[in-house]
C-alpha cells in the first residue's frame, strides 16, 4: 500500500536546484526506512526522559537537604531556591515532551469523539490541522524563547550566577523535541489512517 509518504516521495519535483533534490532525496529515503522516524522519536524520549529523571532527583535530594540544613542545622542552603525554579524550568519544558509522546496533555475531547464517531478521515484531518497548528505555535515561541536567550545572555541569576542565556535557552530547546515528537506523531498518524481507510473501504 503506498503511504503519503511514498507518493510524496514518487512525485515529480523539478529536478533544478538543489533544494528539490534534496527534498525528494530527504522524502526517498524516509519512505525506504519505515522505521527512521520511530528511533528519532525513541532517541528523544530517552534522552528527555533521562533529564527529566535526573533533574526531578536532583530536586528532590535539594529539598530534603534544603529542609534538613535550615531547620536542624540552622544554617540554610544559599541558592537553593533559585536552583530548584530552575529545575522546575527544565522538568516543566522537557515533560511537556513526554506528555505530547504519551498523548496525555490536556484537551477536550468532546469534539474529537463527535468526529470519530462520524468520520476516522475526517478525524485524522482534525488530528492533523490541530497538530500543524500546535506546531506553528511552538514554534513562534521558540523563536522568541531563542531571542530573549540572546538578549539576557549578559545577564546573570542573582544567587547561582547563572548566565540567563541558559536558562532561557531549555525554551527554544525543549520546544523542538516537542515539535520533533509531535510531527513524527502526525506523519505516523496519516500513515494508519490511509491504511485504516483502505480498510474500511475494502470491508464496504
Known sequence: MITLIDRLSMSKLPSKGACHRAVRMC????????????????????????????????????????????????????????????????????????????????????????????????????????????????????????RIAGLTSTQVTDLLRINYYYVYGIIPVGLFFYITVVTIDTIELVRNGEKQTAQLEGGN
Open 27 to 146: 522524502m526517498s529515503y524516509i519512505a525506504e526506512d519505515k522505521q527512521m522516524l520511530q528511533h528519532i522519536r525513541t532517541w528523544i524520549l530517552n534522552i528527555v526522559g533521562g533529564v527529566c529523571s535526573l533533574l526531578i532527583l536532583a530536586m528532590c535530594i535539594l529539598i530534603v537537604l534544603k529542609v534538613w540544613f535550615r531547620y536542624v542545622m540552622n544554617d540554610p542552603i544559599l541558592g537553593s531556591d533559585e536552583a530548584i525554579s530552575l529545575m522546575l524550568v527544565g522538568i516543566s519544558y522537557f515533560g511537556a515532551v513526554l506528555g505530547a509522546a504519551a498523548n496525555a496533555h490536556i484537551r477536550v475531547e468532546l469534539l474529537e469523539s463527535w468526529i470519530l464517531n462520524r468520520s476516522y478521515k475526517g478525524f485524522v484531518c482534525y488530528r492533523v490541522c490541530i497538530n500543524l497548528i500546535v506546531c506553528v505555535v511552538l514554534g513562534i515561541v521558540a523563536y522568541f524563547g531563542v
